[in-house]
Each structure stands twice: as C-alpha cells, then as structure tokens.
C-alpha cells in the first residue's frame, strides 16, 4: 500500500523539477542574450580602426556632425595633420565638410602642437580678413577689420602703439572733421615723404603692389612675400608664387618706388 501511493507521487514531482530547471536556464539565457545586445548598442564602430568603442572612448569634437571615431585615432589624425601645416582640420570623413573644434582637443595633444595649430589658426585668419596697417611710421601694425556688423570702421585704436587712427582714410585720427574733408586734403597734399622716396630709389627697394609698403631684399631670390601675405616678383613687381619665375632683366615696364 505503501509503495502504491509512494510510486505516483514520485513521478509528479520530478516533471515539475525538470520544468522549473528549464524555465530557469530559459530565464538565465534570456537575461544574458539581453545584457549583449544591450551591450552591443552601447558601442560604436570607429570608422578609422573599425573597432567597436564604449561612449567614453569615442571623440566629440564637431558640432552637427555624426560620424564616430575613437579618441586615439582622433588624436594621430589630428596630430598628422598640423604636422602637414593645416589651419583647419575636418572631419576624417572625405564626404564631411565638418570642422574639428581646436578646444576639443587641447588636452589630447602636446601643448606645442596646440599652440603651433592656435598660431596657424590665426595667420589663417589674417591672410583671408580685411586688414588696416597703422599709419605711424615707427608702428605700421597690421590689424584685422572687424566689420560683422557692416559699419564702416572709422576711429581705430592701433593694438601696438595705442594710438589713434581713422582705418578708412589711413592716416591719424582726423578729430572734428569727417573722412571726406580729410580725403580732400590729403588729395591736395603730397601723401608721400620726398625724403623716403629718394631713399627707396637710392636703396632701390620696392613697393608691395597690394599694400604699397616698402620691402627690400636683403639676399636670396626675385621672389618676395610681403607682411600682408602677397607674393611677387621683386624686379618687375608681378604677382607670383612661382619660385621659377622669369621677367625681362632690365625692364623699365614698372620702377621699384
């Protein structure tokens, strides 16, 4: 009687047994296949190393552009490419216009480089703005315009020599007259110096043809590039940025003053 009753209870427990083990390992299998592709979702594929990254390793240095790259091959990237001189360094997408924002990057790049990139940066931004030299001869400082607002700029503080100036007519602050009564005076005036005329003419130095300040070539070739970033021919004043550049020896087509 006893082995009757103790036989079919026996065999309902252990389908019971086997059905919670297997809910259990499905469970377990479930939650991990889960946990990967949550994980798996987490990461981004480096489009340089084609690596899968955490967040945290991936470089954020654009604004609007989406591409991801790891950090340290962000860095190389961006190192190659100040060693090669570049001013503004893009996204390493050929199709993305985006530019890589300098402040990203100044604690992931020597300071040398940093500096050597803010120094391009601004030699960039001189060669391709407006500029205004300061008229007083012992200065003659270089400034850009700063003409966002579309006003025409007028009284200027030179940043060198704190002087007074108006950068449309290019000479000293005009005080208690306007640009077009000093343009009329200077129009009836001699605007050069006769002392340093004849002094370019005997030291045979030339004149820039974009910002008509003086240079004189101490030694090397014909070819001459001004503070103001032009470049020419020092013996016929053409514009040239050929060092195999050739003019006619001895030609009076334009005088170096």
Sequence with gaps: ??????????SSTLPRTRTVDYKVNYIARRTRTKQQVRAKQSTKLCLICMDEKSPSD??????TCTHSYCTECTVRYVTTKIEENAARVKCPDM????????YTCRDLIPKD????WDKALCELLIMSSEKV?????????????????????????CSS???LFCAQCEVPWHAGSGCKETN???RNSDKEDALLIDL?????????PKCKFYVEKASGCLHIRCRCGFQFCYRCGSPSINLHHSCGVGSTSSTPW
């Excluded at 991936?58 to 604004?63: A, D, E, Q, W």
């Excluded at 370019?200 to 820039?208: M, N, V």
């Design 58 to 63: 991936i470089f954020r240095g654009t604004t």
């Design 113 to 116: 480089l940093f500096v050597r």
């Design 161 to 163: 020599c704190h002087r």
């Design 184 to 186: 009329k005076k200077t």
């Design 133 to 157: 030299y300061c008229p007083f001869k012992k200065c003659s400082a270089v400034m850009v315009v700063d003409d966002d607002d579309g006003e025409k700029v007028t009284q200027t503080e």
């Design 200 to 208: 370019a003419k005997k030291k045979k130095w030339r004149r820039c």
């Design 1 to 10: 009687m006893g082995s009757c009753l103790s036989s079919p209870s026996s």
């Design 95 to 102: 199709n993305c216009t985006q530019l890589i924002e300098p």
